[in-house]
T-cell receptor
């Protein structure tokens, strides 16, 4: 079993839809949770990170962490075609430990 | 503020050759990490350098090595290239205070081994 599991998709939604992206993990030592967005032929771009269980909002993006279930989510409201990309979850047990990534979910938002 | 710069962007090498990739971190960032990205395995951690010292190492063979210079720029070297080394190689930099909670990636170097 991989440490971080993420459905690869692809996920296709109409413009304006609410998108839900999810990851599960097995290592209870993970304390920090990040979401990255990666456009084709580009490097990953950090969207947001969370530490505690609960929700964190940043514009149209909401990150949710449930440590008891070892489950994290990223919600995108009012999705736009420019949100079409691969979304990667990543997590670490300490600030100076390496990022452990999910394999990414490819999202397409159709106009 | 300039981002993380990786050179070259693309490389084609032959099996058995060696290759050196370069990464210039964001100004003020002293930690540089390297990752390999392939369609099958996703992003996998290679190694991390902080203040010219290797701080963490992933599970890759000894053919993969790296170093960091006093100006925080980093290089990684792959010797005796194999077809399976074809991948996007990404480096990320971060500040000491935030660590890998705020790691910023470069555009990557796409290596093709033929």
């Amino acid at each position: 079993q991989k440490e971080v599991e993420q459905d690869p998709g692809p996920l296709s939604v109409p413009e304006g839809a609410i998108v839900s992206l999810n990851c599960t993990y097995s290592n209870s030592a993970f304390q920090y949770f990040m979401w990255y967005r990666q456009y084709s032929r580009k490097g990953p771009e950090l969207l947001m990170y969370t530490y505690s269980s609960g929700n964190k909002e940043d514009g149209r993006f909401t990150a949710q962490v449930d440590k008891s279930s070892k489950y994290i989510s990223l919600f995108i409201r009012d999705s736009q075609p420019s949100d079409s990309a691969t979304y990667l979850c990543a997590m670490i047990s300490g600030r100076n430990t390496p990022l452990v990534f999910g394999k990414g979910t490819r999202l397409s938002v159709i106009a | 503020k300039a981002g993380v710069t990786q050179t070259p962007r693309y490389l084609i090498k032959t099996r058995g050759q060696q290759v050196t990739l370069s990464c210039s971190p964001i100004s003020g960032h002293r930690s540089v990490s390297w990752y390999q990205q392939t369609p099958g395995q996703g992003l996998q951690f290679l190694f991390e350098y902080f203040s010219e010292t290797q701080r963490n190492k992933g599970n890759f063979p000894g053919r993969f090595s790296g170093r960091q210079f006093s100006n925080s720029r980093s290089e990684m070297n792959v010797s005796t290239l194999e077809l399976g080394d074809s991948a996007l190689y990404l480096c990320a930099s971060s500040r000491r205070t935030e660590g890998n909670t705020e790691a910023f990636f470069g555009q990557g170097t796409r290596l093709t081994v033929v």
